[in-house]
T-cell receptor, first 115, second 114 residues
Framework: AQKITQTQPGMFVQEKEAVTLDCTYDTSDPSYGLFWYKQPSSGEMIFLIYQGSYDQQNATEGRYSLNFQKARKSANLVISASQLGDSAMYFC????????????FGTGTRLTIIP | GAGVSQSPSNKVTEKGKDVELRCDPI?????LYWYRQSLGQGLEFLIYFQGNSAPDKSGLPSDRFSAERTGGSVSTLTIQRTQQEDSAVYLC????????????FGPGTRLTVL
């Protein structure tokens, strides 16, 4: 079974609108962390936001927020007031177990912002 | 430098040749990771270092792949007898020891095996 599932291979959104990128995960570990990364066409991986499994509140970083629904095992990324520079690939990732530090990535969503 | 650096940025090699990819992590970061990204795909974990030790090598696809880290800093990923399916972008990341810290990624090395 896929550990991280991103069901939207591509999305087109009008500039200034909000957008939600979906991510569901599968783990039996009670302690884990969820990450979102942005990868522009230049190729670098840019960290956006982190949510720990025990965090009581949804993480927010500027225009980015993470809609964490633990019972549903979902960690959707919400981008408010989208900008042309938001056009990129977006990857959801999970880290399980303290001491097992690797990130498991989803297949990504390509977001295109339309002017 | 301030970020993770990798060299070379691009490598074209012939099938059967050996290649070495280098990663310089952020100064002071004890953890170092190698990932591989094939065209249009997500990132695939290869190996993780804590200091000079590699507690998790589970992602190395075959015994043609090896990696080492010296002085708790620079790491080298070596691919022996390269195959066309090894063509990908190889990304290195580093992080500090705190469990919730993000991994900072380098720009990657694009490997093409002809």
């Amino acid at each position: 079974a896929q550990k991280i599932t991103q069901t939207q291979p591509g999305m087109f959104v009008q500039e200034k609108e909000a957008v939600t990128l979906d991510c569901t995960y599968d783990t039996s570990d009670p302690s884990y962390g969820l990450f979102w990364y942005k990868q522009p066409s230049s190729g670098e991986m840019i960290f956006l936001i982190y949510q720990g499994s025990y965090d009581q509140q949804n993480a927010t970083e500027g225009r980015y927020s993470l809609n964490f629904q633990k019972a549903r095992k979902s960690a959707n990324l919400v981008i408010s007031a989208s900008q042309l520079g938001d056009s990129a690939m977006y990857f959801c990732a999970m880290r399980e177990d303290f001491g097992n530090e690797k990130l498991t990535f989803g297949t990504g969503t390509r977001l295109t912002i339309i002017p | 430098g301030a970020g993770v650096s990798q060299s070379p940025s691009n490598k074209v090699t012939e099938k059967g040749k050996d290649v070495e990819l280098r990663c310089d992590p952020i100064s002071g970061h004890t953890a170092l990771y190698w990932y591989r990204q094939s065209l249009g795909q997500g990132l695939e974990f290869l190996i993780y270092f804590q200091g000079n030790s590699a507690p998790d090598k589970s992602g190395l696809p075959s015994d043609r792949f090896s990696a080492e880290r010296t002085g708790g800093s620079v790491s080298t990923l070596t691919i022996q007898r390269t195959q066309q399916e090894d063509s990908a972008v190889y990304l290195c990341a580093s992080s500090s020891i705190r469990s919730d810290n993000e991994q900072f990624f380098g720009p990657g090395t694009r490997l093409t095996v002809l």
